[in-house]
């Protein structure tokens, strides 16, 4: 998949999760922040998805749940916004 499709498909995915928190809150985290991202932190992020459930992903982004140590990486760069 080429970088501008997966951006394009990450960008898809957080802008319809489904429920209104968790479209407000990657808004805040993804949508906001996409040019910061490079092409690996998309395949994360993308494997993210991939592997959680939108609640998974609130709860760790709203630090209810440590995050997996595979992925703490990307998670720190989603949380600190620049």
Same mark, same amino acid.
């Given at each position: ?15 319809? $999760?489904?429920?209104?928190?968790? /479209?407000? &809150?990657?808004?805040?985290?993804? =949508?906001?922040?996409?040019? !910061? ?15 959680? $459930?939108?609640?998974?992903?609130? /709860?760790? &982004?709203?630090?209810?749940?440590? =995050?997996?140590?595979?992925? !703490? ?10």
């Amino acid at each position: 998949m080429s970088f501008n499709s997966l951006k394009k498909t990450i960008k898809y995915r957080v802008s319809y $999760s489904g429920t209104k928190e968790t /479209d407000i &809150l990657y808004k805040r985290y993804f =949508i906001n922040q996409l040019d !910061k991202f490079t092409e690996k932190d998309f395949e994360d992020i993308k494997s993210i998805f991939n592997q959680f $459930s939108d609640n998974e992903i609130y /709860d760790f &982004l709203t630090s209810k749940v440590a =995050i997996p140590l595979e992925f !703490k990486e990307i998670f720190n760069k989603i949380l600190n916004e620049e």
